[in-house]
Each structure stands twice: as C-alpha cells, then as structure tokens.
C-alpha cells in the first residue's frame, strides 16, 4: 500500500516508534536512526533498568523496520543525516532543538526539500514534562477509572491509551502531509501533542455533556449485567457482551440465566447476581464447551498464573 515511501524516524519510546510500526506494516519503508551510545530508553536506560518488558515493547514496535545507530556527536554527523534523507517523503522528529540543530534536522536545514514532517511533543497550552498518565488526567479521563474507588492506591490502567492513540494520530498527520508534500512538491510540517491528541479523540466518548450530567458508569465499564466479567468456579472470568436482544435471549437460554430480556439493563445487585450466580457454578472449560459454535458475545478470560 505503501510502498515507496521512505520514512525516517528520529523518535523514540512509544507514540512514535507506533506511528512507524503502523506506516510500516503499510508497506513504507521506515528506518529508525538511533544514537549509537544512548539508543532508545525503551532498549537501553533507565526504562529497560527497571521493567524489562519496555524491551519487549521496543522489539515489538520496531521488528520491521530497519535500525541504524549513528554517533550523534561525529563531526559529519550531518551529512550522514542528510545522505539518509535523500528520496526520503517523511520524517518523524522528537528531539531537544540542541540535537536538532547538530544533526540538521531544524526547519532551517529542511525547508527547501519536499519533504513531510511531524514533530511530537506534549501539549500546547500545558507543561511539557508529561507523560501517559498524566495525559489523560489533564484531559480528565482518569476521573472515570477512580470514580468509584476510595482506596489510597489505586493502580492505573495498564494501556498507555494516550500514548496508543498519539501513535496513531501522528502516523495519520504524517501521511496527510507527505499527501500534501506530494501535490505542492515543498516542505509541508506539522507538531502534533499528546495532551491535546488526547482530548481530541477521546472527549466524544465522555463528552462535557456527559461530565456535566456526572455521569461515572456507562455499558463499557461496568453499568449493566449484559456487558460485564463474572468469576467461574475455577476462579478464572467470563467476558460477557450481550447486548443486543438476540444474544441475550440466546445466552439466557444457553446458560439458563434467571434474568428477562427487559432486565439486562438493569443496574441492581439482583440482576447482575442472577448473571454471576450462573457462571460461578460453570468451569472455564464448561462455559466454553456449552457456548461452542454459538454466536453468543461471550469469552473467556483466563488468568495468568
């Protein structure tokens, strides 16, 4: 689909090393170029230090691309950025403008090329010293995960979902740039935030209208029996996402659930108990044996153990 395309990718950690991983599964060919001594934090320092699954994370983003290293300090480091440049149609930047400067990647330095770029960086009205978490508390989208938590410690959630969709929301500037780079034949750039990414996409789902409403409990997290996770006897979880009126009658009657068609919106203990009772009787295995080759909206969820 892509292929082609050339893209250089001068980021690093996650959002951008994303964007290159999805322009990349596309079919552009997308080099990596890292300094030689300090590489990605996610393969090499302080992150892989202390939680090796960031490597994991680094492998998995950037298995198809090709990675090449270079002394960020050598004194022709610039014409080896601008020989990787050449037949190149887009860059992805995350730099310090110092770094910028030395490697010739400034505005100055590439405004004469067709060339499209994005720039990524935190937000444009707050702080940028941010990370994930702090994305999405900013953006107010953390106060739905502690909404109904009063413990002193609550963990946060696994996905960097601010992150995930900053990747993909750069990978898509990009390509609407190197589109516009490609019709004008000139240099086309744009600075893309995390902060701002993320109240961008993810405000339609719990709109101010809904935030005014104070509104904490909706289908996706929790609100109604027909859409939940229930433990099975042998202590692993049932996914169930029975919304729609026939697999709920389907389900009901596959399990013999007490609970009507009409009630599986209902918000009460009573109505998610007549669902728990049921799957706290079944193993895994039960469960999935008694629903095979039914269209039922329900999965299991095993543990890790």
Known sequence: MLEGIKILDFTHRLPGPLAGKILCDMGAEVIKVEDIKHKDPFLSGMFSEFDQSFENWYEELNKNKQVIRLDFKSPTIKQEVKKLLENCQGLLLSLSPKLKASLGLTDEHLNHLPLAVVELEASSTHNKAMHDLNALAISGFL????????????APPFMPVAGIAFGQQVATQLLANIIQSTRTKGFVKSVSYLHDTA??????????????????????NGAYPCYSLYRTLDAQYVAVAAVEDKFWTDLKETFAIDLPLERRFETSDNAFNAVASVFAKLTADEIEMRAKNKELCLSIVRKIS
């Not at 109240?199 to 996706?220: C, D, G, M, V, Y």
């Open 143 to 154: 106060s739905l995960h502690v909404a109904h938590e009063d413990a002193p410690i609550i």
């Open 199 to 220: 109240e961008a996409i993810l405000h339609p789902f719990w709109s101010t209208t809904l935030r005014n409403q104070k509104k904490t409990k909706f289908l996706h």
